[in-house]
């Protein structure tokens, strides 16, 4: 490869990201009308593709500032001295000019390892804005609800109220919700259990357990023929001791 085509290859990265200073970028683009075409047309595909994947890098990122914030800083940029500030560089600092033929080469690899991983990751957040705006992964309570065998039962309880229990054998789940039923009294909680032929404890269930619209999924259906609600002492009971509801689930 040429030098003059190696070199403004090199200052592709530099030259995309506006980091050089007013002469520096003329003598690129004076070295870009020189080369030959093939050369010419590599380095503006480079200059693209950067300046692409940080433009789709920032859409992603971009969050609209607060409008308070927003005139702050228009205030700030209104009333500052916009002058530009030169200072002489020290002995053992050398300008961009003087780094960036030995640091091309790092760079441009480095900018296009990172160029890939955004584009990577914006491809990642397109897909997962997509699949949990449009089609969300189903919780398991959905998956048992839409189950082909899926029943559903509901039984009253005493004082107020209603279980529905939503089941399916393949799914070897149910789904259980309570409506309007009060709040177990302090030092007591509502323990599920599954009966087949003798009861099998569920579970317990919290306070917000109660209370939830989406239900709470049991596992371990098998062969139950019929679920359960008690009353029990805080921690639950190793057989039900006052049954409030019993729901009967058909095969």
Same mark, same amino acid.
């Given at each position: 490869?040429?030098?003059?085509?190696?070199?403004?290859?090199?200052? %592709?990265?530099?030259?995309?990201l506006h980091a050089t200073?007013?002469?520096e970028r003329r003598n690129i683009e004076a070295e870009r009308l020189r080369v030959d075409d093939a050369s010419r047309d590599r380095f503006d595909m480079l200059v693209g593709e950067i300046q692409e994947t940080l433009a789709l890098a920032a859409a992603v990122d971009a969050t609209p500032a607060p409008d308070r914030m927003r005139q702050v800083i228009l205030d700030q940029v209104a009333s500052s001295n916009q002058e530009p500030t030169v200072r002489e560089l020290p002995p053992n600092v050398t300008s961009l000019h003087?780094?960036?033929?030995?640091?091309?080469?790092?760079?441009?690899?480095?900018?296009?390892? %990172? %160029?890939? %991983?955004?584009?990577?990751?914006?491809?990642?957040?397109?897909i997962v804005t997509q699949t949990m705006g449009t089609d969300p992964q189903p919780s398991q309570a959905e998956q048992i609800v839409a189950a082909s065998d899926a029943r559903q039962a509901t039984a009253e309880f005493p004082g107020g109220g209603s279980a529905t229990v939503s089941y399916s054998l393949s799914q070897n789940a149910a789904v259980v919700a309570l409506d309007g039923v009060s709040q177990p009294p302090p030092g007591r909680v509502y323990q599920m259990w599954f009966v087949d032929g003798s009861p099998r404890s569920a579970g317990v269930m919290t306070e917000e357990q109660v209370t939830s619209k989406s239900g709470t999924v049991v596992d371990g259906l098998g062969a139950a023929t019929n679920f359960a609600v008690s009353l029990e002492p805080a921690g639950g009971s190793p057989q039900p001791t006052e049954v409030l509801t019993m729901v009967t689930l058909n095969a």
């Open positions: 490869m040429s030098e003059p085509r190696q070199r403004l290859l090199d200052d %592709a990265e530099i030259y995309a200073t007013d002469s003087g780094h960036r033929r030995e640091r091309s080469k790092t760079w441009r690899y480095s900018m296009m390892s %990172a %160029a890939a %991983a955004v584009v990577v990751a914006v491809g990642g957040v397109v």
